[in-house]
């Protein structure tokens, strides 16, 4: 089987007392604008590691992976894009600052959210149904022995009482 080059990309969403983790771009074409914590897949990551990693970066939170909650998909310039969504759960406090990519760390309601100026409209979609009407799918790990463990995301895994799977 041939491989696959696809840019692969992963989005922190968290949700503590009714409100929303948001981060503040300090740099680049969005400069100013708020989204998620996010970033690129390293090579050797898995997708759950890296949003943590992405969360930890860029807002100094330490968390879990408690479910996948969206995946955006296109096709730019003949390269697959696939962009993955997590509901998180996160520490307490942040255990660092953030790093020199944010300018701005924000716990948002409701209301905050549709004033902010968002990097997309996805992005502020995903916020808003995180505070309205939260849903996620909730990963099972290693459902057949395999050398390299990996966690399947489906409806039928979706139970809201259940925890999820961190890696």
């Not at 409100?19 to 708020?34: D, P, S, Y």
């Not at 100094?60 to 509901?87: A, H, I, K, Q, W």
């Not at 996620?136 to 139970?159: F, K």
Request: proline letters at 4%; glycine letters at 10%; one cysteine or more.
């Amino acid at each position: 089987m041939a491989s696959l080059h696809c840019d692969l990309g992963v989005a922190a969403r968290a949700v503590r007392h009714d409100r929303m983790l948001v981060v503040q771009e300090a740099r680049g074409r969005f400069k100013g604008h708020w989204g998620l914590p996010k970033g690129r897949v390293d090579q050797g990551e898995s997708v759950e590691f890296a949003v943590l990693r992405e969360l930890k970066e860029e807002t100094g939170y330490e968390g879990s992976v408690l479910g996948l909650s969206g995946v955006r998909t296109t096709l730019r310039n003949g390269v697959p894009g696939v962009f993955m969504c997590f509901d998180v759960a996160v520490n307490d406090a942040p255990t660092a600052g953030h790093d020199d990519e944010i300018s701005n760390v924000r716990w948002v309601t409701l209301d905050e959210v549709a004033q902010l100026d968002w990097v997309s409209e996805t992005m502020r979609q995903l916020a808003i149904d995180a505070l309205v009407r939260p849903s996620v799918l909730h990963g099972r790990t290693n459902l057949t022995p395999r050398e390299i463990p990996y966690v399947v995301y489906s409806s039928a895994n979706a139970h809201p009482s259940s925890g999820g799977a961190s890696q």
